[in-house]
């Protein structure tokens, strides 16, 4: 009787697999490891492998999930992850059967992204300059203010994924820089315009961190980010901008909770869209593959403009 390949294993070239085929990035790859290990988890508990669970076993799990409080978004990206390694193990004749194939998930309503307003993300943007020209404010904490303020405007101005924003390189900040090359999803590249605010801040934020290569007490260095991370190599970790967004939030008079990078990723497309902008060039300018994932922004247009029929028509009931 051939020896069964272990779940690790079979996860193993199931990553790499997607990073090679489909150029799958990091933050997705640790995803599905992350979904994967919990399903095998499960099928360890009750006797079970990737390789002879079947169909009413798949439906235990997604029961189980459900008894845990998952969500059901989070219960469909775990059926998500299942389909496809099944998928991959009959592909690779590991399996002859795809037991996750007659699974359905869990019905989803389709919820509107938070988004802030116009006013909101200008009282974010003027608290940050604030805080990057305060005189008191010593080198290194005028340097990582200047950091946060080029991050918002540049993050505003173009609506990247947060993963794409801190992995910018140095050479995307050049002064006469109209268009920013960015290597998104999959690997894809996309040219993405730049306002007159966000390059101002990128030269200001650019010729800061010049100056403090010679001021040890900084801690800054040469680095071919343009967001390199303070202390340690490579550049700033998502999770780190993502506090200094709530900070800089709380600063503002808002609510931590209602702020985060992604949220500023939607009010870019939602305020483009609400100025009249084309779903199409949207689509482009966020770098979605499929224009059903830009359609939600319209469901928050559609809000606005049937609130403000309902508040200033004229023969509208008051």
Excluded at 177 to 184: D, F, K, T, Y
Excluded at 205 to 218: G, H, P
Excluded at 289 to 301: A, E, G, L, N, P
Aim: proline residues 3%; hydrophobic residues 40%; glycine residues 6%.
């Amino acid at each position: 009787m051939p020896i069964k390949p272990s779940d690790t294993k079979l996860t193993g070239l199931f990553l790499d697999m997607l990073a090679a085929e489909q150029g799958a990035g990091a933050n997705t790859l640790d995803a599905y490891r992350r979904d994967l290990t919990d399903f095998s988890e499960f099928l360890g508990r009750v006797g079970h492998t990737f390789v002879d669970a079947q169909t009413q076993t798949l439906r235990d799990y997604l029961a189980d999930l459900d008894t845990r409080g998952f969500k059901s978004t989070s219960v469909a990206r775990r059926l998500s992850a299942m389909r496809h390694l099944y998928r991959f193990l009959l592909n690779e004749r590991i399996r002859t059967d795809d037991p996750a194939a007659i699974l359905s998930g869990p019905k989803r309503g389709r919820g509107l992204p938070k988004v802030l307003s116009i006013a909101e993300v200008d009282r974010m943007l003027r608290r940050a300059k604030e805080l990057s020209e305060a005189e008191d404010a010593s080198p290194s904490k005028r340097l990582r203010a200047l950091r946060l303020y080029c991050l918002l405007e540049v993050l505003y101005a173009t609506g990247l994924r947060v993963s794409e924003l801190v992995a910018l390189p140095r050479s995307a900040a050049k002064r006469d820089a109209r268009m920013i090359v960015v290597r998104g999803k999959g690997n894809k590249e996309r040219l993405v315009p730049l306002n007159e605010a966000s390059r101002q801040a990128m030269a200001d934020y650019l010729a800061a961190t010049e100056a403090a290569k010679t001021d040890k007490k900084t801690g800054a260095a040469a680095s071919k980010w343009l967001f390199p991370s303070f202390g340690e190599s490579g550049h700033l970790t998502r999770q780190h901008f993502a506090r200094d967004l709530k900070e800089l939030a709380v600063a503002s008079g808002l609510q931590a909770r209602l702020v985060s990078p992604h949220v500023l990723r939607h009010a870019f497309a939602s305020h483009l869209l609400h100025n009249g902008a084309d779903l199409r060039i949207v689509q482009t300018l966020l770098g979605h593959t499929d224009i059903s994932t830009t359609q939600i922004y319209t469901h928050v247009v559609e809000e606005r403009l049937k609130s403000l029929v309902r508040d200033l028509h004229p023969l509208a009931e008051k």
